[in-house]
């Protein structure tokens, strides 16, 4: 069966705190994996897909890698507003899409 | 731009009550999806639309009807409320299936 499990499930982190989500996968064959940020009360919003393994993207304080069973959201010197829940999700042939349940971040100052 | 669009914002249904969630998006987007968001779990998809008059089902579509009549809507009916259906909503929609999704910001349902 098709899994995207991300951990941690919740993270709490200081301000400046650096640390790592992680987003492992079980797929048939994997077409692209995707990472979304949401806010409270809103919808995901696109932050980055990632195509091959070894491949990076980078946006402010975060930086998204990609192996052949596993992503990691990289984020560095976190800042209160990073607070948010993070979403991976996987894209395999035929274009179904798994969504993991997500990892909630909360950066405190 | 609105971007997606989705009203209500929050409904309360009782047991065997019917609705329409309403979703629009003004991206000319070909594509467009249905997903549920239940705690715990990662968003599962209702039904999908591949382009006006083209629909299927997705993971969850037991409960949920959809049509797509033009490519802006994309209206999500539920037939007869039950509880189970009580969930956050999400409209999506993207140029095709393989790229990013742009989501709207939800409907919060709640069945009793």
């Known amino acids: 069966e098709d899994q995207v499990t991300q951990s941690p499930e919740a993270l709490r982190l200081q301000e400046g705190e650096s640390s790592s989500l992680n987003c492992s996968y079980t797929?048939?064959?994997?077409?692209?994996l995707f990472w979304y940020r949401q806010d409270p009360g809103k919808g995901p919003e696109f932050l980055f897909t990632?195509?091959?393994a070894g491949e990076e993207k980078e946006k402010e304080r975060l930086k998204a890698t990609l192996t052949k069973k596993e992503s990691f959201l990289h984020i560095t010197a976190p800042k209160p507003e990073d607070s948010a829940t993070y979403l991976c999700?996987?894209?395999?042939?035929?274009?179904?899409?798994?969504f993991g349940a997500g990892t909630i971040l909360r950066v405190k100052s | 731009n609105a971007g997606v669009t989705q009203t209500p914002k929050f409904q309360v249904l009782k047991t065997g009550q019917s609705m329409t969630l309403q979703c629009a998006q003004d991206?000319?987007?070909?594509?467009m999806s249905w997903y549920r968001q239940d705690p715990g779990m990662g968003l599962r998809l209702i039904h999908y639309?591949?382009?006006?008059?083209?629909?299927d089902q997705g993971e969850v579509p037991n409960g949920y009807n959809v049509s797509r009549s033009t490519t802006e809507d994309f209206p999500l009916r539920l037939l007869s409320a039950a509880p189970s259906q009580t969930s956050v909503y999400f409209c999506?929609?993207?140029?095709?299936?393989?790229?990013?999704?742009?989501f709207g910001n939800g409907t919060r349902l709640t069945v009793t």
């Open positions: 990632l195509y091959s």
């Open positions: 999700a996987v894209m395999e042939y035929g274009n179904k899409l798994v």
């Open positions: 991206m000319n987007h070909e594509y």
């Open positions: 639309s591949v382009g006006a008059g083209i629909t």
């Open positions: 797929v048939s064959g994997l077409r692209g």
């Open positions: 999506a929609s993207s140029y095709s299936p393989g790229v990013p999704l742009h």
